[in-house]
């Protein structure tokens, strides 16, 4: 695909501990963090050695991948012919239990990343990190960061306090809409509840399966709660879901959903159209089949060709060498995926909107 526009929607800066956010937080948050001797945000449940984690040809001498914007480049962008890429950076501020301390980690990892990586390299974008124990807390941090925009997106963990579809978590869609941005659900994992639907599991393996579960249970409340009825222009980008769960959850949803509209009137679509409408889903991880025929079903059953995002998911392992779109897919499809389709998932990919304004 030489030449043409590509868009990688999901990759990962690497943030090096909370010496590289220190000099992005108001002085009391500094204290604070030496106070309770904050090394790192890094959840601990999160094994960031598992190889799956990073790549081993693309780690540095930490151990770690994605640590600078020039090994991003050279590892990530350059070899793909990436024209875009959005940077959604995974650094536990969600997962503080004070809100406060969530707000200003989330504060100080936007401001980072804006500085040490977007101003760096014109190919970059960036996803709104936002403290999701506290909705006031996190429509205030859209606000004030939404005037750069180079950030494309608002950043939601899958797993949190509530279902999303909640009441209480529509001003985040609102203030979302109000500004152009689109809400990316990401793995991952507030940790206030167990990771599976029926308690702990003891192994990352459990609960790194289990993600597309979590993934159904939130698209289900979006839909059944009526996110989408009441905000029909915004866009849901589900991140390291998987895809090959889609179509049997779509059949089942709007199977019941025949039967039980009764309960929630304001869903007054099919449930299938309204998230082959809305919704989105990143490339990798890929869980689908490699072969000709067996994609060819595969989007059949989803029944749209608009709805998958490419990714490389960079750092993380996912695939050998430059192999970043499965085989099967043909250069009609896969040109789709790589700038067709995120084109139109965020507004703000239009080169007239890449514009930086100071956040403060």
Not at 29 to 36: D, I, L, Q, T
Not at 192 to 218: D, I, K, L, P
Not at 279 to 291: A, M, N, R
């Amino acid at each position: 695909m030489a030449g043409q526009l590509v868009i990688d929607s999901d990759i990962h800066p690497t943030v090096g501990g909370m010496k590289a956010i220190m000099p992005y937080l108001n002085d009391h948050w500094r204290e604070m963090v030496v106070r309770r001797g904050i090394d790192d945000m890094v959840t601990i449940s999160y094994p960031t050695t598992n190889p799956l984690s990073f790549r081993g040809d693309w780690k540095d001498e930490t151990g770690k991948a994605g640590t600078s914007v020039a090994a991003m480049a050279r590892q990530a962008l350059d070899p793909f012919g990436t024209s875009i890429a959005i940077c959604n950076c995974l650094y536990g501020a969600q997962a503080a239990y004070s809100e406060d301390l969530g707000a200003a980690i989330a504060r100080g990892v936007n401001d980072w990343i804006a500085k040490e990586w977007l101003d760096r390299d014109p190919r970059l974008r960036a996803s709104i990190v936002v403290p999701q124990q506290n909705v006031e807390m996190a429509v205030d941090e859209i606000e004030r960061v939404a005037k750069d925009k180079r950030f494309v997106q608002v950043l939601l963990l899958v797993s949190g306090d509530t279902a999303l579809g909640r009441r209480h978590n529509w001003p985040i869609y609102q203030a979302a809409l109000r500004h152009g941005l689109t809400i990316g659900i990401h793995a991952g994992s507030m940790y206030r509840h167990a990771t599976t639907s029926v308690g702990w599991a003891s192994s990352f393996t459990e609960e790194y399966v289990n993600h597309a579960t979590a993934f159904q249970s939130q698209l289900m409340s979006l839909v059944t709660e009526g996110v989408f009825a009441k905000y029909p222009e915004l866009t849901v980008v589900l991140m390291e879901s998987g895809v090959s769960w889609l179509p049997a959850f779509m059949w089942r949803l709007t199977k019941f959903w025949k039967g039980l509209r009764s309960e929630i009137p304001w869903v007054s679509d099919p449930p299938t159209s309204i998230i082959r409408d809305r919704v989105k889903l990143t490339l990798q991880p890929f869980d689908g089949p490699t072969d000709d025929g067996g994609i060819a079903r595969l989007m059949d059953h989803i029944g749209s060709d608009e709805m998958l995002l490419f990714s490389t998911d960079y750092p993380h392992w996912q695939f050998e060498g430059e192999a970043a779109m499965p085989a099967g897919f043909d250069a009609t499809l896969a040109k789709k995926i790589m700038a067709d389709n995120p084109l139109r998932t965020y507004p703000r990919l239009q080169p007239q909107t890449a514009t930086r304004e100071t956040a403060s």
